[in-house]
């Protein structure tokens, strides 16, 4: 969406028009459920909280700064949404689904590097999960990031760092020669 489009939409959406408000938010859902997958790793979890987010986005649409871009605006809503379901004392007794038996597919191998990449994914702090799937999947900037969790450019540049040293070592990846 263009930035008049954008811009159209958020007056409109300002004065109340739910169509308006929509059209905005519309396209932000699915990138919204990839955030909230990626960091519950739960779909209906995921599913319930992309649904919360677009209603406190909704319900605090004034709060939304004229010119801005509402797609980091809406991203940060639905990771506070997971970081608020993450911190509640119910989430840490949910068990997760067995893995299916992998022996004799050719397949095998791919699958569990990619069980070990989500553990050790999982292993890594929200905050560090948060700026490498910012950063690496939504394809947002350094300094778009530093605005959405309000830290400075600097504090996300050491995470995504930060974050890959301690996936290179659990995946046991040496860096490539220069």
């Not at 739910?18 to 739960?42: I, K, N």
């Not at 068990?95 to 994914?121: E, F």
């Not at 900037?141 to 605005?147: K, T």
Request: net charge negative; charged share 30%; proline share 2%.
């Amino acid at each position: 969406m263009d930035a008049v489009a954008e811009a159209a939409l958020t007056q409109a959406a300002r004065a109340g028009d739910a169509v308006a408000f929509d059209a905005l938010l519309d396209p932000l859902m699915e990138a919204g459920y990839r955030l909230a997958f990626t960091m519950l790793r739960d779909r209906q979890a995921a599913e319930d909280v992309v649904q919360e987010a677009a209603f406190k986005a909704w319900k605090k649409f004034h709060q939304f700064r004229h010119g801005e871009s509402a797609r980091p605006w809406f991203l940060t809503i639905v990771a506070n949404e997971c970081r608020s379901l993450l911190r509640g004392r119910w989430w840490s007794v949910l068990k997760r689904a067995d893995m299916p038996d992998l022996a004799g597919h050719d397949a095998a191998a791919a699958l569990v590097a990619g069980t070990d990449l989500r553990r050790s994914l999982e292993g890594l702090s929200f905050e560090h999960r948060l700026v490498l799937y910012l950063y690496f999947c939504e394809d947002l900037e350094q300094a778009e990031i530093a605005r959405m969790l309000g830290v400075r450019v600097g504090t996300v540049k050491s995470r995504i760092y930060r974050a890959i040293q301690k996936l290179r070592v659990d995946l046991d990846v040496e860096e490539a020669p220069q």
